[in-house]
């Protein structure tokens, strides 16, 4: 049984997208990767750490001769907006003339990504295309290659499934959104 509600940290969350609909969103974008990246070797960059699960779900699905490298990425901390300081760990990548692959989890501001593309084309990368199993509206704005989403959703904190609430949720296999919080009680 998924519960539909949870708390985490002394904040109530509601089920929001169920294991099942996110492997059918997986696989779906997997089919099209698979089409799309036939027969090259891309570099699938997974933005940690909230990308974990999908990229691991997802890469399983990809028959491709592809690199998996990582880098870090985090400007939320322990809040539920961004800090607007995106920073960025990067171990030393060979990217110039590779066709490049990030997989995100989500696309909220679209200030990670921003930083991201600004730092991986700075390399040279012979294409750049990003996979995300999220987007929200405002992504939308600032011309990113997003070339494949699982799923739009509304402006809503969500956790679960690799995203976190001050880094608790990560395990969950559904995905969970904030409830408002109810008038007279604080925030976190
Ligand atoms: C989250 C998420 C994305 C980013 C999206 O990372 O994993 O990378 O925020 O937000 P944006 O579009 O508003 O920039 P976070 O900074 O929480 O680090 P984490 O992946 O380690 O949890």
Redesign the pocket.
């Known amino acids: 049984m998924v519960p539909e509600r949870i708390e985490l940290r002394g904040r109530a969350f509601r089920l929001f997208v169920r294991r099942d609909e996110i492997a059918e969103r997986v696989r779906a974008l997997a089919e099209q990767l698979r089409h799309d990246y036939a027969g090259t070797e891309p570099v699938c960059l997974i933005?940690?750490?909230?990308?974990f699960v999908f990229a691991a779900d997802l890469l399983r699905q990809l028959p491709l001769a592809c690199t998996i490298e990582t880098i870090?990425?985090?400007?939320?901390?322990a809040a539920m907006v961004?800090s607007g300081t995106?920073h960025i760990e990067a171990p030393a990548l060979e990217l110039r003339g590779r066709d490049v692959l990030l997989i995100?989890?989500?696309?909220?501001?679209?200030?990670?990504?921003?930083e991201l593309v600004r730092f991986l084309e700075a390399q040279q990368p012979a294409s750049l295309r990003i996979v995300t199993l999220l987007a929200?509206p405002?992504?939308h704005h600032l011309g990113l290659p997003l070339a494949y989403i699982g799923l739009q959703i509304p402006p809503v904190f969500v956790v679960g499934y690799?995203?976190?609430y001050a880094?608790a949720g990560?395990n969950l296999p559904d995905i969970y959104a904030a409830e408002p919080i109810a008038e007279g009680q604080s925030g976190l």
């Open positions: 933005v940690l750490k909230g990308a870090r990425a985090r400007s939320y901390g961004s995106v995100e989890d989500i696309v909220d501001t679209g200030l990670t990504l921003q929200k405002a992504a690799g995203m976190d880094e990560r």
